[in-house]
């Protein structure tokens, strides 16, 4: 009797592996760029165009660079066990956008039976791409750089501040910033390569691969990422919302990961801390007409180093944790 519950026992864990082998082998719709690869030549490979690709991807240029994962359409053949729930999952679609694209009038799927699997397209505006935090979580992962990032700017724009924000005019703000950057301040773009809206939403502007601009200096910028967060944050105006404070929290754990930082003065810097004549990191030690309020004195506690060590970087921390957690 003891043989045979072993051997019971056994055999549904086989069953167990081997199912769990089936749904890790079924095909990627993330296709590794190679050395050769161009835009044009994946685009046809995959039957859809380059237009369509940036939208899938969030390309703000042409080419793109080996090793860089893209998602791309492709077919997908129906397999015993297959779940709309299951594909959901693995191809990071919505069930309705699987059977909108296939044309479905319900959840049932047969063996063999042949889906279309199309990537959902990016917001996108020029070069300017706004994203909800999960997909920034993919474009971040996807994407490689050829610049060495080893500090990230924390900002505040003041003005625009949450009275201009009208939940839907997220591209009028970018535009808005980029034009005053071009014009007045004779920028080549916008100054920030990266933005955070009122509603948690993200937006990637400047490339990563070019430095930041602006008056915290070009020691702070030549290795920086520049994150402008939608927001008067100084004490008595703006008060942060909970989506945008989670989705800081959640951006800066990301990018400490994808770049190898550890939350720290030395990684995650206000620009309350750089001297607006001199360009030098002063930190705490500096004459008020010496330095801005940015990111604001009221920015997650205060935007001075003990604020940022005290209530800040924790939180980095612990996310940063949360999300290793569930990787592979």
Same mark, same amino acid.
């Given at each position: 009797?003891?043989?045979?519950?072993?051997?019971?026992?056994?055999?549904?864990?086989?069953?167990?592996?081997?199912?769990?082998?089936?749904?890790?082998? $079924?095909?990627?719709?993330?296709?590794?760029?190679?050395? =050769?690869?161009?835009?044009?030549?994946?685009?046809?490979?995959?039957?859809?165009?380059?237009? =369509?690709?940036?939208?899938?991807?969030?390309?703000? +240029?042409?080419?793109?660079?080996?090793?860089?994962?893209?998602?791309?359409?492709?077919?997908?053949?129906?397999?015993?066990? =297959?779940?709309?729930?299951?594909?959901? &999952?693995?191809?990071?679609?919505?069930?309705?956008?699987?059977?909108?694209?296939? $044309?479905?009038?319900?959840?049932?799927?047969?063996?063999?039976?042949?889906? $279309?699997?199309?990537?959902?397209?990016?917001?996108?505006?020029?070069?300017?791409?706004?994203?909800?935090?999960?997909?920034?979580?993919?474009?971040?992962?996807?994407? /490689?750089?050829?610049?060495?990032?080893?500090?990230?700017?924390?900002?505040?724009?003041?003005?625009?501040?949450?009275?201009?924000?009208?939940?839907?005019?997220?591209? +009028?703000?970018?535009?808005?910033?980029?034009?005053?950057?071009?014009?007045?301040?004779?920028?080549?773009?916008?100054?920030?390569?990266? *933005? /955070?809206?009122?509603?948690?939403?993200?937006?990637?502007?400047?490339?990563?691969?070019?430095?930041?601009?602006? %008056? @915290?200096?070009?020691?702070?910028?030549?290795?920086?990422?520049?994150?402008?967060?939608?927001?008067?944050?100084?004490?008595?105006? =703006?008060?942060? *919302?909970?989506?945008?404070?989670?989705? @800081?929290?959640?951006?800066?754990?990301?990018?400490?990961?994808?770049?190898?930082?550890?939350?720290?003065?030395? &990684?995650?810097?206000?620009?309350?801390?750089?001297?607006?004549? /001199?360009?030098?990191?002063?930190?705490?030690?500096?004459?008020?007409?010496?330095?801005?309020?940015?990111?604001?004195?009221?920015?997650?506690?205060?935007? /001075?180093?003990? %604020?940022?060590?005290?209530?800040?970087?924790?939180?980095?921390?612990?996310?940063?944790?949360?999300?290793?957690?569930?990787?592979?």
């Amino acid at each position: 009797m003891k043989k045979h519950f072993l051997l019971i026992i056994c055999l549904i864990y086989c069953l167990v592996i081997v199912a769990n082998s089936a749904y890790a082998q $079924r095909p990627s719709n993330l296709y590794e760029v190679k050395p =050769d690869d161009t835009l044009s030549k994946i685009a046809q490979k995959y039957h859809t165009s380059i237009a =369509d690709l940036k939208l899938y991807n969030g390309l703000q +240029a042409n080419t793109v660079t080996e090793g860089q994962k893209l998602l791309v359409p492709i077919t997908y053949t129906v397999r015993s066990g =297959d779940t709309l729930k299951h594909l959901s &999952s693995t191809f990071q679609l919505s069930s309705e956008a699987i059977k909108k694209a296939n $044309r479905l009038s319900s959840d049932q799927l047969q063996k063999g039976q042949q889906l $279309r699997i199309v990537p959902k397209k990016l917001s996108m505006h020029g070069q300017h791409i706004v994203m909800t935090r999960e997909q920034f979580k993919t474009w971040l992962e996807n994407n /490689t750089f050829n610049r060495k990032i080893t500090l990230i700017q924390h900002h505040h724009t003041w003005l625009p501040s949450y009275k201009d924000f009208t939940g839907n005019n997220h591209f +009028a703000m970018l535009e808005g910033m980029e034009n005053f950057h071009r014009k007045n301040m004779n920028w080549k773009t916008i100054a920030q390569n990266l *933005t /955070t809206f009122p509603d948690g939403t993200i937006a990637v502007s400047r490339p990563f691969n070019i430095a930041p601009e602006g %008056s @915290i200096g070009n020691k702070a910028n030549d290795a920086g990422l520049m994150i402008e967060n939608i927001g008067n944050f100084d004490i008595g105006h =703006d008060v942060m *919302t909970k989506e945008q404070k989670d989705t @800081i929290v959640y951006m800066t754990a990301l990018l400490c990961l994808k770049f190898g930082l550890t939350p720290s003065i030395d &990684s995650i810097t206000y620009h309350h801390w750089w001297n607006l004549k /001199t360009g030098e990191r002063v930190l705490d030690n500096a004459k008020s007409f010496d330095v801005k309020t940015c990111p604001g004195t009221g920015f997650f506690g205060g935007n /001075t180093t003990t %604020s940022a060590k005290k209530y800040f970087y924790p939180l980095i921390q612990k996310k940063m944790n949360e999300i290793s957690s569930t990787f592979e």
